[in-house]
């Protein structure tokens, strides 16, 4: 994995071109205190104790995927009244989206579903992974097979991870920019070739 230094931006909510080379949105969705921004710690710096500023929305990253260089945005709302005011625009303007539950707390797997049902309503070609926190803790109360079993109804894929596991935090943030970059691509070539297939007919 490619990641360059991470640079917190602010910016405002606005649709991004991400068939370029190549700038993709992901928004952070679930619960509170299910670990969002301990995931988002290391993805963006390899540890889960770099103290972000939670007024910061927005922050950025390089990665490399299928050799395209990908600017990353991760949204993180600030806050769950901001998150709530412009949920449609987030959901809107996201290229994909990283669904965390905590698998100590079976209210937070419980509402997997309303977040999905949510973006639906926005755009079914969004790309879901889903990622349960917490995995390595003795209290946990949701199992891997029932939190998969959810996951591949959707035909999302689905990581379990925990913080004493970086790399495999950072696998999962890689897997749905991946995944939204060969949505871009597959769109890409379908254009091209929509001149071809015109002459055919």
Known sequence: MGNSIASPETKNLAPIASNLDNEINILLEGEPKVGKTSLLNIFLFGTPNQNLNLNIEKFSTRLKIRDRTVKVNVWDPSSENDKKKNKMNYYKNCRGM????????????????????????????????????????????????????????????????????????????????????????????????????????
């Open 98 to 201: 990283a669904l965390c539950f905590d698998t100590t707390e079976p209210k937070s797997f419980e509402k997997i579903p309303h977040y999905i049902e949510e973006m639906n309503k926005v755009d079914k070609n969004k790309r879901i992974l889903i990622i349960g926190t917490k995995c390595d803790l003795p209290e946990r109360k949701v199992s891997s097979d029932e939190a998969r079993a959810l996951a591949q109804s959707y035909g999302y894929s689905y990581y379990e991870v925990s913080i004493q596991n970086i790399p495999l935090v950072q696998e999962a943030f890689t897997t749905i920019v991946e995944e939204s970059v060969l949505i871009d691509m597959k769109a890409e070539k379908e254009k091209a070739l929509a001149p071809i297939f015109k002459l055919m007919k």
